[in-house]
């Protein structure tokens, strides 16, 4: 967002928490690869840096689903190989929008800047210093919080009348493991898919990276059975990945050292709105509709935010208010909808993709899409490989699948009637 606002002619002050990632050695085990597509890369080529990007990411055109007895079977994601998501890694992107920003003389970057305080009126933010733990203020024209699922600039706006606010977390959590290599930094699954072990009422998905390893992330409950509660020791988990996941164990010689030295995160879906205060605060991606990652879909979403902000601003500056106003009706019913689609995407995952029944289904939606290409075109890749909102998405979606429904039944009724006319030919003659 701000590589667009400089390109726009705006000096932009961006405030990080964090430390320069390009410096200083941040956290591991809660990254949760990035899948980058269609709507991610636009917004990206909007700034330039679309094939900067693309040359640090994997591509990824199917899924390969492990049965728990190691079976493989892969399912791809569109009609032709080009219907692809790529999987990049968060800290190589994180270092490229950096290195982009830090080198426009219309963007400086404060990092080790934690906000304290915002007063939405001024607009002003209250900093502390990380490292010298001394306190500043800094008063701007405009206030765009994009500061997470548990925004600091939105905080205050949650005590304005009439703003509504919801958060729901799953009860999974998740933890990130690592596969790494082989010989020579080749990849020991198929590199080109996004892996998932999908058992039930919990998973694990792996995604590949540049080095050849692949970044795994187990979602399982907090308690009861299958739970991280339910591993306490060593052999615990040797035992439990023996027998639920057999054919990675071989693939993760630090599973246990991993297993309990990485962090346990929750995962939190949040609603609120509206996302903007008069013409001096609004918020952007997680700030205003954090989603669960199962679409691949947060990163892209809150992408097609700077997009239609940036859209908003040259429409209507200097009239800043109007600019909000109107990208949050723009966006509000989309993220809504994607919210509900990325929690559905987790019960696919998890209990779906390795039924004959879905495999079934996903073959026909490609066979209709190839045959009636600017028909029919199956909801996954309306999502994931057009710009086309998502509550349009879901709409044209339902409405294909009432057709192919109507279609069936109407095919059956015919199949039905010959059926019935030959018996009585051959009964009367």
Not at 59 to 82: A, T, V
């Amino acid at each position: 967002m701000a590589a667009y606002l400089a390109r726009t002619g705006y000096a932009v002050d961006v405030f990080e928490r964090r430390p320069d990632p390009r410096r200083e050695q941040i956290e591991a085990g809660r990254s949760i690869n990035l899948a980058i597509s269609r709507r991610g890369i636009d917004a990206l080529e909007g700034i330039g840096l679309a094939e900067r990007v693309l040359k640090l990411a994997i591509p990824m055109r199917g899924r390969m689903i492990h049965s728990p007895e190691g079976k493989l079977s892969y399912q791809p994601y569109g009609k032709s190989d080009r219907d692809c998501i790529r999987s990049v890694s968060r800290a190589g992107l994180n270092v490229t929008l950096l290195d982009a920003a830090t080198c426009n003389p219309d963007i400086r970057v404060h990092f080790h800047s934690k906000v304290v305080g915002v007063d939405l009126d001024e607009p002003r933010l209250e900093v502390i210093d990380g490292s010298s733990g001394q306190g500043a203020a800094f008063e701007t024209d405009a206030l765009i919080g994009a500061d997470g699922a548990f925004s600091a600039v939105r905080a205050p706006m949650q005590k304005l009348d009439r703003f509504d606010y919801r958060q729901d977390y799953l009860r999974h959590g998740y933890k990130e493991l690592t596969i790494p290599s082989g010989p020579n930094g080749q990849h020991v699954m198929e590199r080109n898919a996004l892996h998932i072990w999908p058992r039930r009422s919990f998973m694990m998905i792996a995604l590949p990276n540049l080095d050849g390893s692949f970044t795994c992330t187990l979602f399982w409950p907090f308690e009861g059975p299958n739970s991280f509660a339910a591993l306490k020791t060593e052999a615990d988990v040797l035992s439990y990945f023996q027998r639920v996941f057999p054919d990675v164990v071989p693939l993760m010689p630090s599973l246990a050292e991993e297993y309990f030295g990485n962090p346990t995160g929750s995962m939190v879906t949040v609603r609120c709105g509206p996302w903007y205060y008069r013409d001096k605060v609004v918020l952007l991606g997680d700030a205003c509709h954090a989603v669960v990652p199962f679409y691949g879909q947060g990163m892209n979403a809150a992408f097609e935010d700077c997009v239609v902000l940036d859209e908003c601003l040259r429409r209507h500056a200097p009239r800043w208010e109007e600019a909000f106003r109107e990208y949050y009706v723009r966006r509000k019913v989309h993220t809504d909808t994607l919210a509900d689609l990325a929690i559905g995407n987790f019960l696919e995952m998890r209990d779906r993709v390795g039924s004959r029944a879905f495999r079934l289904r996903k073959k026909l939606e490609i066979g209709l899409s190839k045959t009636f290409p600017n028909w029919y075109l199956p909801l996954y890749t309306m999502v994931s490989f057009t710009r086309t909102p998502y509550a349009d998405a879901v709409r044209r979606a339902r409405k294909q699948d009432r057709v192919v429904l109507a279609a069936a039944l109407g095919l059956a009724v015919l199949l039905a009637i010959v059926l019935a006319y030959g018996v009585w030919y051959l009964v009367g003659r």
